[in-house]
């Protein structure tokens, strides 16, 4: 091939690359906005389905902040969704992680009332055995509702653990992994707001002032 | 090469060339998306619409574009139109992209659509190319819905379940279901129903062949040998 060739080529190609790139970055454009307000609905039908839109007054999705406790939490960062009601705290949601799943994480959210009960827990992702681990979907069982209003002391804390470990909670036919690594997270997050309920309800990002006040 | 009629073009894509189960190509999104039937609807509806995307406009720079660059302006214009399908499909059809997921972005590695974009759309004109793209879509689809209605049926006992994801709330009452306490069988839930599942419908395919063969020459007797019908 001699060199115009090349160059020929070289240019056809990089007009091809400029216009795919254009295609796509008109698209990304077209539905950037869309596909930020779907996540945001999205998010919002599951914070309200834990701590109910008539309890709180503020935008939970704004007021949140970011916690870092690997060991408690399952993940290096940690987002907390915080439902306020006139300024006082109401609930905080963390979207928790039980890292060990029987195939990789399974992501959550815990609702934590102010009193420290169990606002709810829903399961946002995981990748467990279609038809046996899955079970802990509020679509396939409703399993996870067993914790609503659930705390620390309640059942005691050497109780909360699946049947087969000599705990209160159901496992499922065939699956104990599943359900005992989503107790021990929704736990480990209990104990975790028990420690650091103060930082976590005092920093209200838009009225510090009031907050610092009655926080 | 003898130009195709679109008779064939269309007869070849939904049967007689089906990728899925004559070709075998695209079976990674194939036997991991079919585990139920709107999976393998929404799978095949957005090859489909990448297929006939990818296949029209290779056919349109198919004098443009010179032997030695062509697989990466193919690969460049295939990656593109799927990136922006799913974006789309993120934007409007969100709760089915959450199902679908990964397994979007791995079109472009189905080798069905490169494939008919060398095979095919790269010596032929547009509308012949688009045709083309349109009818192993279709074919690639309807054994998508196929396998994924059989896994779902076998396996949790429902038919069309989740449709709303596609179709809006009112779709909800499509689901059939053969009754509540139906145990489910895992398999055919799991990656082995995939492979399961796949073999019965290529088995299912042949015997048909096999019929259609049998009943055009029905008086034809053993002095054309099998090596030389298959010729």
């Known amino acids: 091939m001699n060199k115009p060739a090349i160059v020929i080529a070289a240019l056809v190609l990089t007009a091809f690359g400029i216009a795919g790139t254009t295609l796509v970055a008109f698209t990304h454009h077209q539905t950037g906005d869309r596909i930020a307000e779907n996540e945001r609905q999205a998010l919002l039908r599951q914070l309200d389905a834990l701590v109910p839109v008539e309890s709180v007054d503020n935008d939970m999705i704004a007021d949140r902040v970011t916690v870092s406790d690997p060991e408690m939490l399952g993940a290096p960062e940690t987002t907390v969704y915080i439902g306020r009601r006139t300024g006082e705290p109401v609930a905080a949601v963390f979207t928790t992680v039980a890292p060990n799943g029987y195939s990789g994480p399974v992501k959550l959210l815990v609702a934590v ?28 069982s409703e399993w996870i509702l067993g914790f609503d209003g659930r705390s620390l002391g309640d059942p005691p804390a050497a109780r909360w653990t699946v049947r087969k470990d000599g705990g209160d909670f159901d496992q499922f036919t065939g699956a104990t992994i599943t359900p005992r690594i989503v107790v ?26 009031t907050a610092g006040v009655s926080g | 090469m003898s130009e195709k009629t679109y008779r064939e073009i269309v007869s070849d894509g939904l049967w007689n060339n089906n990728q899925a189960l004559v070709a075998l190509l695209g079976l990674c999104p194939l036997l ?11 799978l095949g509806l957005a090859t489909t619409l990448v297929l006939t995307l990818s296949n029209t406009t290779v056919s349109l720079i198919r004098n443009l574009v010179r032997p030695e660059i062509r697989l990466p302006v193919f690969v460049l214009v295939i990656a593109s139109f799927v990136t922006a399908v799913e ?62 209605g059989m896994r ?46 796949l073999g019965l419908l290529i088995a299912l395919k042949n015997v048909i062949d096999d019929r259609l063969k049998r009943r055009q020459q029905p008086h034809r007797v053993s002095a054309d040998t099998p090596e030389a019908e298959a010729a």
């Open chain 2, 152 to 197: 779902e049926l076998v396996g949790q006992g429902t038919l069309f379940s989740d449709m709303h994801l596609m179709f809006g709330e009112g779709a909800r009452g499509l689901e059939l279901s053969v009754g509540d306490d139906y145990p489910g069988v895992l398999l055919a839930i799991l990656p082995p129903g995939a492979f399961l599942g």
């Open chain 2, 32 to 42: 991991a998306v079919t585990s139920s039937a709107v999976n393998g609807l929404g």
């Open chain 1, 184 to 209: 021990t997270a929704v736990k480990k997050t209990l104990l975790y707001f028990r420690d650091h309920q103060q930082t976590l309800f005092a920093t209200p990002k838009q009225t510090a002032a």
């Open chain 1, 113 to 140: 009332r102010r009193d420290g009960t169990l606002g709810g827990v829903r399961v946002v992702s995981h990748r467990e055995t279609p038809g046996l681990g899955d079970k802990i979907e509020l679509e396939k």
């Open chain 2, 87 to 148: 974006l789309s499909m993120n934007a409007w059809f969100h709760g089915l992209y959450k199902v679908l997921g990964i397994f979007i972005p791995l079109i472009v590695t189905n080798c069905a659509i490169i494939g008919r974009a060398e095979a095919f759309a790269a010596h032929n004109p547009v509308p012949r190319a688009l045709a083309d793209g349109l009818s192993i879509g279709i074919g690639f689809t309807l054994v998508l819905v196929t396998l994924g």
